[in-house]
């Protein structure tokens, strides 16, 4: 599975931006989001099964953020709203036969190249 992320960029503190995660290969996955701040550990952000029925959230993003797939094109969104400077990092598209371990980064099979979001206060 080859992971293509794109849809980073400077928001100001407040504001939205939405990822994109498109998926080339096998399309039975369950797919999310990472991020991985300076300095810090890689941590996980949010997950969809494959089928697009089941979701979760870390809690520092629920309320604020929202993780929906297309199944037909195999892309993944992440809609993120009312950003904070601490949101920002390098965010990680991800991918993995288990939806259930999703949650850990060394659990995961398939990763996409980073992009970068900066959250200016």
């Known amino acids: 599975v080859q992971l293509q992320a794109s849809g980073g960029g400077l928001v100001q503190a407040g504001g939205s931006l939405r990822l994109s995660c498109a998926a080339a290969?096998?399309?039975?996955?369950?797919m999310g989001w990472f991020r991985q701040a300076p300095g810090k550990d890689r941590e996980f952000v949010a997950a969809?099964?494959?089928?697009?029925?089941?979701?979760k959230y870390a809690d520092s993003v629920k309320g604020r953020f929202t993780i929906s797939r297309e199944v037909a094109k195999n892309t993944v969104f992440l809609q993120m709203n009312s950003l904070k400077p601490e949101d920002t990092a390098v965010y990680y598209c991800a991918a993995d036969l288990r939806f259930d371990t999703l949650t850990v980064p060394l659990r995961i099979e398939y990763w996409g190249q980073g992009t970068l979001v900066t959250v200016s206060s």
């Open positions: 290969g096998r399309t039975r996955y369950a």
């Open positions: 969809i099964s494959w089928t697009a029925d089941s979701a």
